[in-house]
């Protein structure tokens, strides 16, 4: 029965969305910074408000307790239709398995931006970061673009942070049909048109066999 050892165990399957989430959490970088910014902040100016510390993000995460209205991020798809916050969220979850032999698997992770369409708009905060794309200035060196969207915002601060990044726990991340066709991000709307936003999938692949005659870990 050895030969039950050289199957993929799946091992670090049932932590994949809370490793994702704790890595965002604990990001330093400018766009995790900014991704923070706009799941906490409604208004218009959200952007140029403070930091969100760690321990508010760790709060922003839904834990089952039954409260999710002041909560912007899940581990789960949305399904909730009574959600009415004005606010926006993130949704984390494993999407698709694609097996690609007895030991690797392709494993897609869904990502659910979603942006009360009253607060859509939101103001271009790039004189005050460290480093701007020169694209959204002139030869002026004046802000050319002034608005943007929430939840296109939240996309490119989610791929920009976690594209190709090697998350401890899950892998290395890729938005890449090279190694997943089902990798790619859509256009979403939500809660009878209430919500808009997208749905993007990266996926990293997993596989490690036992080491146990029990087949375990």
């Known amino acids: 029965m050895d030969e039950f050892l050289d199957y993929n165990r799946y091992t670090n399957l049932d932590g994949v969305e809370w490793r994702i989430i704790d890595f965002l959490i604990n990001s330093t970088d400018e766009h995790a910074e900014s991704l923070w910014k706009m799941l906490k902040y409604n208004t218009i100016d ?39 916050a004005q606010s926006a969220r993130l949704d984390v979850f494993v999407d698709r398995i694609v097996p690609v032999n007895q ?23 790039a004189n005050e970061i460290s480093n701007p794309n020169p694209g959204e200035f002139n030869n002026d060196d004046e802000l050319v673009i002034k608005y943007k969207s929430r939840a296109t915002s939240l996309l490119a601060a989610l791929l920009a942070e976690l594209n190709g ?21 859509r256009y979403q709307m939500f809660n009878n048109k209430d919500y808009y936003g997208f749905y993007t999938v990266m996926t990293t692949l997993m596989g490690e066999t036992s080491s146990s005659p029990d087949y375990g870990w």
């Open 103 to 125: 030991v690797y698997s392709q494993v897609n992770i869904g990502f659910e931006i979603i942006v009360h369409n009253k607060i859509n708009n939101i103001k271009n905060n």
């Open 46 to 84: 959200c952007l140029s408000q403070p930091s969100v510390p760690i321990k508010e993000r760790r709060a922003m995460v839904y834990k089952d307790d039954g409260v999710s209205d002041d909560k912007n991020v899940f581990m789960m798809p949305y399904v909730n239709d009574s959600w009415t």
């Open 165 to 185: 990044r090697d998350v401890a726990g899950v892998g290395t991340l890729q938005h890449n049909t090279q190694i997943n066709s089902y990798s790619l991000t």
